[in-house]
């Protein structure tokens, strides 16, 4: 896949802060970088809540006050894979999702998916606490 596909944007830590290099430039992503960082930032961010784009984000924060029953943990999976599938990059029905942990502190979450022309899938292992901070806990751990 081109690079023209991805794109590039700055890069954020994982506290979402621009990442600045030691020049004092700002450090680009390029390739299934930016892709990555594109679903991360759709799945933080809730839905609906940008002005210019209320398609962007997902309602996986409806869920931290939940009980963990089948039933909530289907529908969080669902939401996930949902908010996944919005990027045109994902190879449709590529989007996995399992819950490694659900609890009073909040909910652990693994998610993965495949670009187009890409054959690895990507990862991300992510926690929404119940103090409603959603953060990344492991980066894309796949070699490239």
């Known amino acids: 896949m081109s690079a023209d596909v991805y794109g590039q944007d700055i890069k954020l830590d994982a506290d979402l802060q621009a990442v600045v290099a030691a020049n004092g430039e700002l450090v680009l992503t390029d390739g299934p970088d930016t892709g990555v ?6 799945l933080f961010t809730y839905l609906k809540t940008l002005f210019y784009d209320i398609e962007h984000g997902s309602t996986i924060l ?12 289907s529908a969080f999976c669902v939401e996930v894979k ?19 942990s659900w609890d009073h502190t909040g909910i652990i979450a693994a998610a993965s998916w495949r670009f187009i ?3 690895h899938p990507f990862n991300l292992v992510f926690e ?17």
């Open 82 to 100: 949902r908010c996944i599938h919005t990027d045109p990059r994902v190879v449709p029905m590529s989007a996995k999702c399992q819950i490694t």
């Open 62 to 73: 409806d869920w931290i006050k939940d009980e963990s029953t089948s039933e909530t943990r």
């Open 37 to 42: 960082q594109d679903i991360k930032l759709a």
């Open 128 to 144: 929404v606490g119940a103090d409603g901070r959603i953060e990344e806990v492991r980066a894309d751990v796949n070699p490239r």
């Open 117 to 119: 022309d890409v054959t």
